[in-house]
């Protein structure tokens, strides 16, 4: 099928661990994002916006395929996308679109045929294997060194801020070369704000005196599944509150950094015309962050502040400064992106806006408020659906959880077990159950991380070799 015509352009910005609340556009009073902000007054911003699993792997490939995980099999950060099944990258070149990727995709290998015409400065999964160890996850021993990461944020600089800055300039050229009279896409991935929590002192002097809530809540007081997942992670003890304010002010501090990167890129596409008339802009990142809600740390569970994400799209479809509360996931740019280009989609609607006709109840759940986990740290297979102001945390093997973000935004009160809300309760589980076997697909990511575990040796020649942060290092920067 041909694009259509006049040519198309279509910018895709993603960071790494950028939580739906870190940023202005998401009504924060603290933390700087201007350029972001920005990008939300031009376009429209979805307020219930969800990755499809808390965890960088699964979520990247989710978003490639347009697909839920346990569909496509990437469970974890140890099952990394290779090209296969096929993605909107893929559709869009068989249609005629050029297709660019700059930065940290964790795909297998920049070598895979991932559907790009061209892949810049790659940033993908180590030795194309991935995290090996945290495919064990019976009687998984802690990780302190995770706790290290908390009490080790700080002034400074990491490799990866000067990769960034490199995908950056990457992108800057890129965009300044584009042709004006071809359709293109262009992926543009930033590493920033994922921890480490080290920052360059400009952007934590931006923020001196962090307030920390009460964050002492003892794991034998918790849902099971986070009592064990505090536990894993090696935070079953609680933080000082002067060590949260210290990663918390980090983390901070590379949220703006990232948005001043962010803003480099959009940029460079308004100093070459690429504007609203012509361009669809999409701002958006894999997953969230928690940092001491809870005792949590990281992500890899359902609240807000993990899987929640922040989606912004501008451009011809999107009404200037709307917003939408209608849940979706991040599965939803599969079709979104090939519907800016006229290229026909039927597993699912393209995003919806203010002047868009909304999904109706025939599309397929991964374009609602849909996300799994199956990965580091889980006892059990772990299901979001969020439908209007409720969401369902739903386990395969511990008690369900159910929430009204409307009434609890900071999900304080379970309402399983809250007669008023049984029928509920009764409603969405029955829902999730029409659209995922949850004790079969709990059943098969276990099966093919086993069969995985033991083609690298097995569970105790994994857990002798010791668990290390799996940190993938940037490419080393190419000299002129």
């Given at each position: 099928?041909?694009?259509?015509?006049?040519?198309?352009?279509?910018?895709?910005?993603?960071?790494?661990?950028?939580?739906?609340?870190?940023?202005?556009?998401?009504?924060?009073?603290?933390?700087?994002?201007?350029?972001?902000?920005?990008?939300?007054?031009?376009?429209?911003?979805?307020?219930?916006?969800?990755?499809?699993?808390?965890?960088?792997?699964?979520?990247?490939?989710s978003i490639m395929t347009g697909r839920p995980v346990h569909e496509i099999g990437a469970w974890d950060n140890a099952h990394p996308y290779s090209g296969s099944p096929e993605g909107w990258s893929h559709a869009l070149r068989q249609a005629g679109v050029h297709t660019a990727v700059i930065g940290k995709m964790h795909f297998r290998s920049g070598t895979d045929d991932t559907g790009f015409n061209e892949v810049i400065e790659p940033l993908d999964v180590i030795g194309g294997v991935g995290d090996i160890y945290s495919l064990v996850r019976e009687g998984m021993p802690p990780r302190p060194a995770l706790a290290d990461l908390v009490r080790d944020a700080r002034v400074g600089e990491s490799p990866y801020l000067d990769f960034d800055r490199r995908v950056a300039d990457a992108a800057t050229d890129w965009i300044a070369n584009a042709p004006l009279d071809e359709s293109w896409v262009l992926l543009v991935s930033f590493a920033t704000p994922h921890h480490p929590l080290r920052v360059p002192q400009k952007y934590w002097d931006l923020y001196p005196d962090i307030e920390v809530e009460d964050t002492t809540a003892a794991p034998d007081t918790q849902h099971p599944y986070?009592?064990?997942?505090?536990?894993?992670?090696?935070?079953?003890?609680?933080?000082?509150p002067d060590e949260i304010s210290r990663a918390r002010r980090a983390y901070y501090g590379l949220c703006t950094l990232a948005d001043e990167l962010v803003g480099q890129v959009l940029t460079a596409a308004s100093d070459r015309g690429f504007d609203d008339e012509t361009t669809t802009t999409i701002y958006t990142s894999d997953h969230g962050v928690s940092l001491g809600e809870r005792g949590l740390w990281w992500k890899h569970h359902m609240y807000e502040e993990s899987a929640g994400v922040p989606l912004i799209a501008s451009g011809p479809r999107f009404a200037p400064g709307s917003r939408v509360a209608q849940p979706v996931s991040l599965t939803s740019l599969y079709p979104t992106l090939l519907d800016v280009f006229g290229v026909e989609d039927s597993r699912q609607s393209p995003l919806a806006g203010p002047t868009l006709p909304a999904s109706d109840d025939s599309v397929p759940h991964t374009?609602?408020?849909?996300?799994?986990?199956?990965?580091?740290?889980?006892?059990?297979?772990?299901?979001?659906?969020?439908?209007?102001?409720?969401?369902?945390?739903?386990?395969?093997?511990?008690?369900?959880?159910?929430?009204?973000?409307?009434?609890?935004?900071?999900e304080h009160v379970d309402l399983v077990g809250d007669p008023r809300y049984a029928e509920k309760l009764a409603e969405m589980v029955a829902e999730l159950m029409s659209l995922v076997d949850v004790h079969g697909v709990d059943q098969r990511a276990r099966e093919d991380q086993a069969r995985l575990i033991m083609a690298h040796g097995g569970r105790d020649a994994i857990l002798a070799d010791g668990f290390t942060i799996a940190f993938t290092p940037p490419p080393e920067a190419v000299t002129p």
């Open positions: 099928m041909s694009v259509r015509t006049p040519p198309r352009h279509a910018i895709v910005i993603m960071t790494d661990q950028h939580a739906r609340y870190a940023s202005g556009a998401y009504s924060n009073p603290t933390i700087l994002t201007p350029n972001i902000d920005a990008l939300a007054s031009r376009g429209t911003t979805y307020s219930a916006a969800y990755c499809n699993s808390p965890i960088c792997v699964p979520s990247r490939a986070i009592a064990e997942l505090r536990r894993v992670m090696g935070v079953g003890e609680a933080f000082e374009a609602g408020g849909f996300s799994e986990y199956h990965a580091l740290g889980a006892s059990s297979a772990a299901f979001l659906l969020r439908r209007e102001q409720f969401k369902l945390v739903y386990f395969a093997t511990e008690v369900a959880q159910l929430f009204d973000l409307e009434q609890d935004p900071g």
